[in-house]
């Protein structure tokens, strides 16, 4: 049986605002029913990555393609069936939370007036009240409702939880974003732009970590997971004078060591053991802390310098 068509398609895409390079070289496949995290930090190329898939700004060079087809050539189609979450939400100022839900939902074939309602009720959203009155987080409540209502295909969400309180934050991934692709696992896709990524641990389950628009490390959650452990040992007495090789990280309080690794779990478990520990323990890292060690590898132009 042959792999389903891709949803989203990046094949090296690069992208300048002047002289100013957003996005190198970047490519990515995710496919349908996938939760795809693009992690990295404020001024990554992530929103960048959002807006040319959008068809919102024209990539320098590379290609990008929406359910196979061409984002620009092909706007109605491809926007029919998907939902952007910008990272800076706006609305009409003079329209309600009603009026406003009832107008992007006049241009939908679709719109599930229960999940709108329970989402209202969840935020303890008054569809009264006018936009201009609204904060930031309200705003961004009022998109989400607006996004998840129609059941697109597609849920495209930069930052989503910008603004939001954190009891606001965890329900709405773990309730909203968890029941949306619940409701039908095999289509519905997410690709969701984060520097917060321990909200999203149990969501993901792929991701790719972007700097300076470069990609910096692309992987399935749970290969990373397998991948990158903490151990944990108790010594006899002081650590080896020479160390602990090649590790992620090495940190001993008095006969206590823990070391973070990277792919090379085996080997250095071999190597407390032959220092005498008593036992050895071994963790998977979350995804943030996988990220925040990616971030702080040398990279190949770091190295040269």
Not at 5 to 13: A, N, R, S, T
Not at 40 to 69: D, E, H, I, Q
Not at 185 to 206: A, M, W, Y
């Amino acid at each position: 049986m042959s792999a389903p068509k891709p949803v989203i398609e990046i094949d090296h895409l690069a992208y300048a605002y002047g002289s100013s390079e957003a996005v190198h070289d970047l490519s990515l496949s995710v496919a349908p029913g996938r939760c795809y995290g693009l992690f990295g930090r404020n001024g990554a190329g992530k929103t960048t990555t959002m807006k040319c898939l959008l068809g919102l700004l024209r990539p320098r060079s590379g290609r990008v393609r929406l359910f196979g087809l061409d984002p620009v050539a092909d706007e109605v189609e491809v926007k029919r069936r998907l939902a952007y979450v910008p990272d800076q939400v706006a609305f009409y100022p003079w329209m309600s939370i009603r009026e406003t839900l009832d107008y992007l939902a006049s241009f939908r074939p679709h719109w599930n007036r229960d999940v709108e309602r329970g989402l209202l009720e969840r935020f303890q959203l008054d569809p009264g009240q006018r936009a201009a009155a609204l904060s930031k987080g309200q705003r961004t409540q009022v998109a989400l409702v607006a996004a998840v209502s129609p059941e697109p295909e597609l849920l495209l969400l930069d930052e989503p939880t910008s603004g939001l309180d954190p009891i606001v934050r965890r329900e709405f991934i773990e309730t909203v974003i968890g029941a949306y692709q619940e409701g039908d696992p095999s289509r519905r896709t997410i690709l969701v732009s984060t520097h917060l990524i321990s909200e999203f641990e149990g969501l993901i389950d792929e991701f790719m970590i972007v700097d300076r628009g470069r990609s910096v490390m692309h992987m399935e959650a749970d290969a990373a997971r397998e991948r990158f452990l903490r151990l944990r040992a108790r010594l006899p007495g002081a650590a080896p004078a020479a160390g602990w090789g090649p590790v992620l990280r090495a940190r001993q309080e008095g006969r206590d060591v823990e070391l973070l690794v990277d792919g090379n779990g085996a080997e250095a478990a071999g190597m407390l053991r032959a220092a005498g520990a008593e036992s050895v323990t071994s963790e998977s890292l979350t995804l943030e802390e996988v990220f925040v060690a990616a971030m702080q590898a040398p990279r190949p132009e770091q190295e040269a310098k």
